[in-house]
């Protein structure tokens, strides 16, 4: 038999970073969805909603200035305004079509989320008849949440004004971190002055709602460079701060400079080391008088700040992505946009939605996906799955649930499933004990 010290120690096997993906973001695996099963995303599409499911809307804005050496998005650095322009005018046009789908049934989404890329790469021009259109299609008028990525570099305050003035609510700068050098070396586009103009600029016009986001262990990252930047963070004291460790995927730069080179570790911090600068970060943050609402999150005011766009998401919602690449859930059903930039475009000339590959999940499986992505809130309430699912989460899951409580990780506290602040740091690695058998294999999938 093996004792609890045993596998503790299986469960941290593997510290250095190598590459793959860690952060889970859905489920099933990627891998399971396919072309063959594209069919099932136009059925979707074509019955009506259930009674009472949110809807949320997504944009992919896939232009950038440079491409982070880490970066694993579908993005672009040599797009010209004719080319930008051309798919704005698509993704209305994607839009457009969705709205035609008996899914929609006079439903007006909740939340809006702009994504990259690097939306804030569009001039202000362009972001204003973007967002006309998209609301001339399907208006506004109930969206609680419009949350917007900023790359620092690219806001002006002219920009920064028009951007609220056009109903962002959320403001998400992607800082990543606040050493000039760190950033260069890991390929970032602005540097650390751009940041302090940028945060004051949203400051100015008044966003209900700024987020800062930080990457533990970045290549180059030291000790006292990410206290600098937790430090730094904490001045600036935005309404929310996300907080990911650094993981190298597959389709990066730096991946491919590790497969010439032979290199199975990446250069990277170990995930020990990641996991120990979080901790810190969010222990500073607490002090500071934040709240950790989540395995990235912490935020200053728990009752005012929200991330509805993640909330809604990880109870079920639907979502209509747009663009190259995005990824959609409608009805219970997952699917994926042309991951290309010209098959993307010449399926919408065409007057087609541009679906690559799709899945549908089985009740348990959309039962499972609630629940791991409700794991990286840090907290499983039981009556949630049993009211929902009609499943006794602690009876169908008791072996993880106990290998969890083993490791060390885990309590349970009446009808909650709690992650203690270890266990919340490795989320992203402890739900796969909850996986479906045939799953576990492509956990870089």
């Known amino acids: ?124 021009r362009q972001l204003t008849g973007l967002i006309g259109e998209m609301q001339r299609v399907l208006p506004w008028d109930r969206a609680e949440e419009i949350a917007f990525e900023g790359e620092p570099g690219t806001l002006t305050e002219p920009k920064m004004q028009a951007i609220r003035d056009l109903g962002i609510t959320r403001l998400s700068l992607g800082v990543e971190h606040f050493e000039d050098r760190v950033l260069q070396l890991n390929g970032r586009a602005h540097g650390s002055k751009e940041i302090d103009r940028a945060y004051n600029f949203a400051r100015s016009a008044g966003f209900p709602q700024i987020n800062i986001d930080l990457i533990a262990g970045m290549m180059g990252d030291t000790p006292d460079g990410w206290q600098h930047s937790v430090r730094k963070t904490i001045e600036l004291a935005p309404d929310s701060v996300t907080i990911y460790q650094m993981e190298i995927p597959f389709n990066t730069t730096i991946y491919q400079e590790m ?36 395995a990235y999150t912490a935020v200053k005011d728990p009752a005012r700040t929200r991330f509805l766009y993640r909330d809604e998401l990880w109870t079920g919602a639907d979502l209509v992505a747009l663009g190259v690449a995005s990824f959609s859930h409608v009805g219970g059903t997952h699917f994926q946009n042309e991951h290309n930039w010209g098959p993307y475009l010449e399926r919408i000339a065409k007057g087609e939605l541009p679906i690559y590959r799709a899945l549908t999940p089985t009740p348990e499986e959309r039962m499972i996906r609630e629940l791991l992505l409700q794991f990286k809130l840090g907290h499983v309430e039981s009556g949630y799955f049993r009211q929902k699912f009609g499943v006794e989460i602690r009876e169908r899951f008791a072996p993880a649930v106990d290998r969890l409580k083993e490791w060390g990780f885990l309590s349970e506290q009446g009808e909650t499933l709690q992650l203690n602040r270890e266990g919340l740091l490795q989320a992203d690695r402890l739900i796969h004990e909850f996986f479906l058998p045939e799953h576990r294999d492509a956990r870089y999938a």
């Open 1 to 124: 038999m093996t004792s609890g010290a045993e596998l503790i120690q299986i469960a941290h096997n593997d510290e250095e970073t190598r590459a793959g993906n860690y952060f889970v973001s859905n489920y099933p695996p990627y891998s399971f969805w396919t072309p063959e099963k594209r069919s099932e995303a136009f059925d979707a599409l074509d019955r009506k909603p259930a009674p009472g499911t949110t809807l949320g809307l997504y944009l992919h804005i896939p232009f950038c200035r440079k491409r982070c050496h880490f970066c694993y998005f579908r993005v672009y650095t040599d797009k010209n305004s004719d080319d930008i322009q051309h798919y704005i005018d698509s993704a209305v046009r994607e839009l457009e079509l969705y709205a035609e789908r008996p899914f929609i049934d006079g439903r007006l989404p909740r939340f809006i989320y702009f994504g990259g890329g690097t939306p804030s790469y569009l001039s202000v």
């Open 259 to 294: 497969k010439e080179r032979g290199a199975e570790i990446a250069p990277v911090a170990s995930w020990a080391t990641k996991r120990g600068w979080v901790s810190s970060a969010f222990e500073q943050l607490e002090a500071a008088g934040y709240t950790v609402t989540s």
